[in-house]
DNA sequence: AAGATCTGTCAACAGTGTTGACACTGCAGA
DNA sequence: TCTGCAGTGTCAACACTGTTGACAGATCTT
């Protein structure tokens, strides 16, 4: 069997997991895939900065792809607050994602979206959002298709993270990112506690 | 100067513009690129595919990331009816957009999306959802923030497409996404028409 | 006719992910 | 103790990528 299998089953790697040399590289990797995104991180740079020979980053992951998904680690940054009262939880999960403090959540969030080209880190990805939100969410939600409506909820944050990644959210004022989150926050609570508002016609069936 | 200039301003090309070498390019790879993204597809092949030494690509259009935005040509396929009645537009959008037929501008659409690792193509896609949806749309909306809604309303709808591409949405029911299209398009819904949901208080300032 | 600009061709560059052959280690069983 | 053997690490290469420079014709202007 290869050297992949080695590591515990196909496990997310946890800090301090691993021989000396596969923390190194998992470090390594991580730190630059966080900065730069996957596509501009080569597995010979990571080599380098791992200080170890690029082919062993390869006898040890597989591959890129594995790899970026193994490392990723995006559980530790993304875990928003999905407790406190229902009533404001959309407005909370908007000004979270854009907090400025959460950048490097973000960047990382956006690593993952655009490398979704990828089949693997796309699978990833959803699965991140299902274990780290929609599981969560769903559970606290009332009415009919939680699971529906909380997968929404995260197709909503990943839509907000790609636009405010293209117009540079970091230069915008607090002002004006507080609005954001008021009115993004709104629509995220559309499917959290759903208003009737308009002539919403539900056959009850 | 360099050939690149040569086509009329930074203009997207049209069909039957430049030369017959040209077209063949651009059909070709605009083929290629809808088909199978940006990075799963190779100048070299482009090149093949359109009967010209790959080199020639490079001398018309400068660079794949330039190549990639002339002709990716995404106006004629995303083209959401914003007209009709305003308190339906969000159910509308939504369904537009994960209509079996329209699978094509899905893909194409996502295509842009994935590829927003790229400044140009961040850039690019930004400008088409301007152009295309946040300008139209915020003409028709009222109350404050007409700009940020309609642009929020874009981002929307980059999140819905790109989950729904994860979970490949070609294999549910009509009547799920039917449900689906009823949900998130209430919450788009919520920027277009904000329904007074729960405790909304906005200081007059 | 001369010059310049454009179109096209070829070979090469530096870089990518990935793989195979090989050496060295440490530890199992004979 | 010796023999295997799996795991660790090294090196050179593969096929491929986007991109560029040197060069040859063609076309058009002056």
Known sequence: MSAVSATPAAGRSRAGEGTPTQQAIARAARALFEEKGYERVSIREIGTAAGVDPALVMRHYGSKEEL?????????????????????????????????????????????????????????LQGIMQRLLVDTLSARLEGEDRTTRAWLVSAQLLGLTHSWDAIDGGRVTAAERTRVAELYGAAIQQLITPAQSHERRRSPQ
């Open 68 to 124: 970026f998904v193994r490392v990723i680690g995006f559980d530790e940054h993304f875990a928003p607050r999905l407790d406190g009262p229902l009533e404001t939880i959309g407005e909370r999960l908007a000004a979270y994602l854009l907090d400025p403090r959460h950048a490097q959540m973000r960047r990382t969030l956006t690593a993952l979206l655009y490398a979704s080209d990828h089949d693997v880190v796309r699978t990833d």
